[in-house]
């Protein structure tokens, strides 16, 4: 059992619709992530919450918006997407800062922009 | 700066035979090193991580590795291939605190019966 929570674990959207993805984690971490992963590639790096703030964004377009509610909730905006950013999408959680970095993922939300 | 190279896309090998999916690293502080799995249609998940100390891990479902500094090596194995254990495979490296770990480019394994 996963202890990181995604929601929804498929999404269909066109590219004009908005939707959100959803990560929850209860293991008291105050880091979390959002990784976009391409098939048969690693999983890329988008977004870092630190302490509720955002920390890094890796250069990630507008149309990808990252919101983060609480220490235990990140959510992905979706808007005006392109098939290109099909993908399965990966909410991951962590101790920051003098811990050794383990990454706790979800099982991930897979999009299809038609 | 942080690196991982992984050797070998995909790796083939029989039921019962050892497994050996190689990882170099290169990192200028001293590293953390971690192998992920990842089976289809899931998420990463944790198999073993080098942090301090005892140079030879054990992790999960009997997969072990060794972190060799002098090699700049963190090679995962496990004795006896099973079935379940085709998947995907990350090595990765992470300086601490989880901001910026770097993935390998993955090892697919499969298994033969």
């Known amino acids: 059992d996963t202890e990181v929570t995604q929601t929804p674990k498929h999404l269909v959207m066109g590219m004009t619709n908005k939707k959100s993805l959803k990560c929850e984690q209860h293991?008291?971490?105050?880091?979390m992530y959002w990784y976009k992963q391409k098939a048969k590639k690693p999983p890329e790096l988008m977004f870092v919450?630190?302490?509720?703030?955002?920390?890094i964004n890796e250069s990630v377009p507008s149309r990808f918006s990252p919101e983060c509610p609480n220490s235990s909730l990140l959510n992905l905006h979706l808007h005006a997407l392109q098939p290109e950013d099909s993908a399965l999408y990966l909410c991951a959680s962590s101790q920051p800062g003098g811990d050794t970095g383990e990454l706790f993922f979800g099982e991930g939300s897979r999009l299809t922009v038609l | 700066a942080q690196s991982v190279t992984q050797l070998g896309s995909h790796v083939s090998v029989s039921e019962g035979a050892l497994v050996l999916l190689r990882c170099n690293y290169s990192?200028?502080?001293?590293?953390?090193l971690f192998w992920y799995v990842q089976y289809p249609n899931q998420g990463l998940q944790l198999l073993l991580k080098y942090t301090t100390g005892a140079t030879l891990v054990k992790g999960i479902n009997g997969f072990e590795a060794e972190f060799k500094k002098s090699e700049t090596s963190f090679h995962l194995t496990k004795p006896s291939a099973h079935m379940s254990d085709a998947a995907e495979y990350f090595c990765?490296?992470?300086?601490?605190?989880?901001?910026?770990?770097?993935f390998g480019a993955g090892t697919r394994l499969f298994v033969k019966a």
């Open positions: 919450y630190s302490y509720e703030k955002l920390s």
């Open positions: 293991m008291g971490h105050r880091a």
């Open positions: 990192s200028s502080v001293p590293p953390y």
């Open positions: 990765a490296v992470s300086g601490g605190g989880g901001f910026k770990t770097i």
